[in-house]
């Protein structure tokens, strides 16, 4: 009998990550447009010191914070889920147009200025718009379709949902309503309050336990769908549950942060050599390096000094982008 | 010990019949071959079996119960499925793969145990891989790879196991020591139901076949009964030379009749 050794994740690697993305956390507290000293906050942070830094630190830098390690925790695991589930090593909110729709629903919201009816209203309609761009993509997933089939509908979506931003640019009733979807739409998580992380924590928190749930069918699809069915695997309520898990998390980012590209997309990929590479075992450190990153990357765009702040999605696109391609072209036989 | 047996199966496939009224009783304790013509509906029958694809007509039943109304689950402790030629997906390890087999006995958050631990060592020495247990599955040979994907169907230690095209790009060699592996396992008390293209394997290895045909199930009995010089003709358009080394049936395709 050969003797086996168990073959999962390193034991450092989630608290690892787990303490990077925390630090990342407290970085994203300590740094701001306002230079305070750590003394300082800390004073402001137990009540006893001046109440402008404790304003400063509660109600800027705290949301601010934790909104940062919820999208990009969400971003990553639903990147690293969404590659697991149609077996695709470029399946990404963004890249398949999830994202790009539930930014549509979001425009709607403002260009008829349905969020100021009541604060959930772009946030629900974030999350309609992101399940109604997943329809096509399952669908399709269930005929067998090649990975560059799926690859195209979701350009296609994305596409889609990008003619409809514009068209709503386009009709813009005044330029400050356009000014309005354009800002949100760079993605940001500038001048956030605790009603955002409000309306992201639950939407994060059903999407995670969605996602997380169904692990192991995902390392199950590895084997194509036959044979993760007769694993014992009931297909049809795994995908609804990444399909709404999907949807509610990334639609409720979107709401909050606009739509920040790229992190869903490469955090997987920066993950995977760390892991046994099975779908199950990249998820939650997915999820804790894409918090780390994001929020380092919201750090970011406080310390690079630019005329006008620099807005997150396009950083994180900068940034992506060339970690991306080198991992292409090194990981290229590994996926 | 499990039975699968069907009543009258039809499957249809995009719009076209391919499983045409198959009636047939499977038991525990024999190798059965299936084999026929390539587009016969062999796989769809193993799919159909497995309850896959949906019947058109007719059921499917596994130890008298109705398989459309069986969960997955359940199914899966039951019945092993060995697919035709799968890919895989990610870079995981043979022992890793190998242990996906054992994902029917685990809860959703659960670990492997020692049981499972015993089982996937087990599957992968049956089928002479246990060296491999540390490669890469996306860079094994073709061969390999087989061996790889029946040792998974193994270690899930179901009571039945279907496989499909089982010996598909495999040596000689390998061949012979998957039937016998297959043929120990029937032995040994388990449903083994096995695709096939080769006439030969399948008239000295198998104890029952199943001949099929444009859908229809048109033989069903000992390789002797089944593979008649009629039937060949019949079904394949071939006659064969047919013989005997020490004891086995020798059975070798010769010629295509006037075509």
Same mark, same amino acid.
């Given at each position: 009998?050969?003797?086996?050794?168990?073959?999962?994740?390193?034991?450092?690697?989630?608290?690892?990550?787990?303490?990077?993305?925390?630090?990342?956390?407290?970085?994203?507290?300590?740094?701001?447009?306002?230079?305070?000293?750590?003394?300082?906050?800390?004073?402001?942070?137990?009540?006893?010191?001046?109440?402008?830094?404790?304003?400063?630190?509660?109600?800027?830098?705290?949301?601010?914070?934790?909104?940062?390690?919820?999208?990009?925790?969400?971003?990553?695991?639903?990147?690293?889920?969404?590659?697991?589930?149609?077996?695709?090593?470029?399946?990404?909110?963004?890249?398949?147009?999830?994202?790009?729709?539930?930014?549509?629903?979001?425009?709607?919201?403002?260009?008829?200025?349905?969020?100021?009816?009541?604060?959930?209203?772009?946030?629900?309609?974030?999350?309609?718009?992101?399940?109604?761009?997943?329809?096509?993509?399952?669908?399709?997933?269930?005929?067998?379709?090649?990975?560059?089939?799926?690859?195209?509908?979701?350009?296609?979506?994305?596409?889609?949902?990008?003619?409809?931003?514009?068209?709503?640019?386009?009709?813009?009733?005044?330029?400050?309503?356009?000014?309005?979807?354009?800002? !949100?739409?760079?993605?940001?998580?500038?001048?956030?309050?605790?009603?955002?992380? !409000?309306?992201?924590?639950?939407?994060?928190?059903?999407?995670?336990?969605?996602?997380? !749930?169904?692990?192991?069918?995902?390392?199950?699809?590895?084997?194509?769908?036959?044979?993760?069915?007769?694993?014992?695997?009931?297909?049809?309520?795994?995908?609804?549950?990444?399909?709404?898990?999907?949807?509610?998390?990334?639609?409720?980012?979107?709401?909050?942060?606009?739509?920040?590209?790229?992190?869903?997309?490469?955090?997987?990929?920066?993950?995977?050599?760390?892991?046994?590479?099975?779908?199950?075992?990249?998820?939650?450190?997915?999820?804790?390096?894409?918090?780390?990153?994001?929020?380092?990357?919201?750090?970011?765009?406080?310390?690079?000094?630019?005329?006008?702040?620099?807005?997150?999605?396009?950083?994180?696109?900068?940034?992506?982008?060339?970690?991306?391609?080198?991992?292409?072209?090194?990981?290229?036989?590994? !996926? | 010990?499990?039975?699968?047996?069907?009543?009258?199966? $039809?499957?249809?496939?995009?719009?076209?019949?391919?499983?045409?009224?198959?009636?047939?009783?499977?038991?525990?304790?024999?190798?059965?071959?299936?084999?026929?013509?390539?587009?016969? @509906?062999?796989?769809?029958?193993?799919?159909?079996?497995?309850?896959?694809?949906?019947?058109?007509?007719?059921?499917?039943?596994?130890?008298?119960?109705?398989?459309?109304?069986?969960?997955?689950?359940?199914?899966? /402790?039951?019945?092993?499925?060995?697919?035709?030629?799968?890919?895989?997906?990610?870079?995981?390890?043979?022992?890793?793969?190998? @242990?996906?087999?054992?994902?029917?006995?685990?809860?959703?958050?659960?670990?492997?145990? $020692?049981?499972?631990?015993?089982?996937?060592?087990?599957?992968?020495?049956?089928? @002479?891989?246990?060296?491999?247990?540390? /490669?890469?599955?996306?860079?094994?040979?073709?061969?390999?790879?087989?061996?790889?994907?029946?040792?998974?169907?193994?270690?899930?230690?179901?009571?039945?196991?279907?496989?499909?095209?089982?010996?598909?790009?495999?040596?000689?060699?390998?061949?012979?020591?998957?039937?016998?592996?297959?043929?120990?396992?029937? /032995?040994?008390?388990?449903?083994?139901?096995?695709?096939?293209?080769?006439?030969?394997?399948?008239?000295?290895?198998?104890?029952?076949?199943?001949?099929?045909?444009? @859908?229809?199930?048109?033989?069903?009995?000992?390789?002797?009964?089944?593979?008649?010089?009629?039937?060949?003709?019949?079904?394949?358009?071939?006659?064969?030379?047919?013989?005997?080394?020490?004891?086995?049936?020798?059975?070798?395709?010769?010629?295509?009749? $006037?075509?």
């Amino acid at each position: 009998m050969p003797n086996l050794p168990p073959r999962r994740n390193a034991a450092w690697l989630i608290p690892v990550l787990l303490g990077l993305a925390l630090s990342a956390g407290l970085a994203a507290l300590l740094v701001g447009p306002a230079r305070l000293s750590a003394a300082a906050l800390w004073a402001g942070a137990t009540g006893r010191g001046d109440p402008v830094v404790a304003a400063i630190l509660w109600q800027l830098r705290l949301p601010r914070a934790l909104l940062g390690l919820l999208v990009g925790a969400m971003l990553g695991l639903g990147g690293a889920a969404m590659q697991g589930y149609l077996r695709n090593p470029l399946a990404d909110p963004g890249v398949l147009g999830v994202s790009g729709a539930a930014a549509l629903g979001a425009v709607i919201a403002i260009y008829w200025q349905l969020a100021r009816v009541h604060p959930v209203v772009l946030p629900l309609l974030a999350i309609a718009g992101a399940l109604l761009s997943l329809v096509p993509l399952v669908w399709l997933s269930r005929r067998g379709e090649s990975p560059l089939g799926l690859i195209l509908a979701g350009v296609a979506v994305a596409t889609l949902a990008g003619a409809g931003i514009s068209l709503a640019l386009n009709l813009a009733p005044n330029p400050f309503a356009a000014l309005e979807i354009t800002t !949100w739409l760079l993605g940001s998580l500038e001048d956030r309050t605790f009603a955002d992380v !409000w309306i992201a924590l639950p939407c994060v928190a059903v999407g995670v336990a969605l996602l997380l !749930w169904d692990a192991r069918a995902l390392d199950a699809l590895s084997l194509g769908e036959d044979a993760a069915h007769t694993l014992g695997i009931d297909l049809a309520r795994v995908r609804l549950r990444l399909m709404l898990g999907i949807a509610i998390g990334v639609g409720g980012v979107v709401a909050v942060a606009g739509s920040i590209g790229f992190v869903g997309l490469i955090v997987p990929h920066l993950v995977r050599p760390l892991t046994d590479r099975s779908p199950s075992a990249i998820l939650i450190p997915s999820a804790l390096a894409g918090a780390a990153l994001l929020t380092l990357a919201d750090l970011g765009t406080r310390l690079i000094p630019t005329t006008a702040p620099l807005k997150l999605g396009v950083l994180t696109a900068f940034l992506g982008v060339p970690v991306f391609v080198h991992h292409l072209l090194k990981e290229r036989r590994l !996926w | 010990m499990v039975t699968i047996a069907t009543e009258g199966l $039809s499957v249809d496939l995009g719009g076209r019949r391919v499983v045409d009224g198959v009636t047939t009783a499977l038991a525990a304790g024999a190798l059965i071959g299936v084999i026929g013509p390539n587009g016969a @509906g062999k796989s769809t029958l193993a799919r159909g079996l497995l309850g896959l694809v949906p019947p058109a007509a007719g059921r499917v039943t596994i130890d008298g119960a109705d398989v459309a109304g069986m969960g997955a689950h359940t199914v899966a /402790r039951h019945v092993a499925y060995l697919p035709q030629a799968v890919a895989v997906h990610w870079p995981l390890t043979v022992e890793r793969l190998v @242990g996906l087999g054992r994902l029917p006995h685990l809860g959703p958050f659960s670990r492997l145990t $020692s049981s499972d631990r015993t089982a996937i060592a087990a599957a992968l020495q049956a089928t @002479g891989t246990a060296h491999l247990a540390a /490669r890469t599955a996306t860079d094994l040979s073709g061969g390999e790879r087989a061996r790889v994907m029946l040792a998974r169907a193994l270690a899930t230690g179901a009571p039945a196991l279907i496989a499909d095209e089982p010996l598909a790009s495999l040596d000689p060699g390998h061949q012979i020591d998957v039937m016998a592996l297959l043929r120990a396992q029937a /032995r040994a008390g388990a449903l083994v139901v096995v695709v096939l293209h080769d006439l030969g394997i399948a008239a000295r290895c198998c104890d029952r076949v199943l001949l099929m045909a444009d @859908g229809r199930l048109v033989g069903d009995g000992t390789p002797a009964a089944v593979l008649t010089d009629a039937a060949l003709a019949g079904v394949y358009g071939i006659k064969a030379w047919r013989g005997t080394v020490a004891g086995q049936p020798l059975l070798v395709p010769l010629a295509r009749l $006037s075509c």
